[in-house]
């Protein structure tokens, strides 16, 4: 299903612009963790369960390995820089994400495996590889306020004749045994009374809502715009404030160029 249709030098050149990283081969020697004597080998060993038809959503069981994990956490270590976020168009308007952050190197061979799981993963969306990977640190308190990921006013050439966007999202949940810091969708229905208590939460309301428990590994997948290329309101979540110990998660954004 495609939701636009494109140049191929647009889309070159929209990836230039978001600082897209490339895919690289599935075997490689050059880790810590991975050592010439036991060559990384990149799998893809991961299942499905649909959350949402409409929107879209689906929540994905051991999307990254333990191992892989262990090698982010490595590369990454003292490298995180704390930031925050207000909304731009209130002069005194409060944090609504506090939390630290790091951008992962294309170059390294674990995240060129993750980016080519996830490539294959969103193979049916209309989309030219990632976004740059980020890693996100909320230790306690920390958390962020409702938002989407896609833009309002998405990023142009100077040209501007190109606009990208983001298709979809993935949150990849690494760890950091946090008490509290779910994700939170409102505007989806609630798992079944049955569901698997150790992922999901059901809320109180009539309504359904799911809230999405932290589990090392395991990824929630959405889309955030519509067919036309606008943004999908229903897609609003939030990060829930860490009550105790620190979340780290892993951010994976396929652009849209239109």
């Not at 647009?10 to 612009?17: D, G, R």
């Not at 833009?151 to 045994?177: D, H, I, K, M």
Request: glycine residues 6%.
């Amino acid at each position: 299903m495609a939701f636009s249709k494109h140049l191929k030098a647009s889309l070159f050149w929209c990836s230039v612009a978001l600082g897209i990283a490339l895919l690289a081969p599935e075997y490689y020697k050059s880790s810590h963790l991975f050592p010439t004597s036991q060559p990384f080998v990149c799998k893809h060993e991961y299942n499905i369960e649909i959350v949402s038809l409409d929107p879209l959503a689906l929540y994905i069981n051991n999307f990254i390995s333990e191992a892989e994990i262990d090698h982010l956490f490595e590369i990454t270590e003292g490298k995180y820089v704390y930031s925050e976020s207000r909304d731009p168009n209130r002069v005194y308007a409060p944090r609504r994400r506090t939390s630290s952050s790091v951008i992962l190197s294309s170059e390294d061979p674990v995240v060129q495996c993750i980016d080519k799981r996830a490539n294959g993963f969103a193979g049916f969306l209309d989309h030219e590889s990632f976004e740059s990977l980020q890693l996100v640190k909320y230790l306690d308190t920390e958390r962020h306020d409702f938002h989407y990921d896609w833009f309002e006013y998405p990023p142009r050439l100077q040209n501007g004749e190109v606009t990208c966007n983001r298709a979809s999202s993935f949150f990849v949940y690494l760890g950091g045994n946090a008490t509290g810091g779910e994700t939170y969708f409102p505007e989806l229905l609630s798992v079944p009374a049955d569901g698997d208590g150790s992922k999901f939460v059901r809320t109180n309301s009539e309504d359904g809502l799911v809230v999405f428990h932290p589990i090392a590994g395991n990824a929630i997948f959405w889309v955030n715009l519509h067919e036309n290329g606008t943004g999908d309101d229903r897609n609003m979540h939030a990060g829930l404030p860490v009550i105790e110990g620190e979340k780290i998660g892993l951010n994976i954004w396929p652009p849209m160029y239109y």
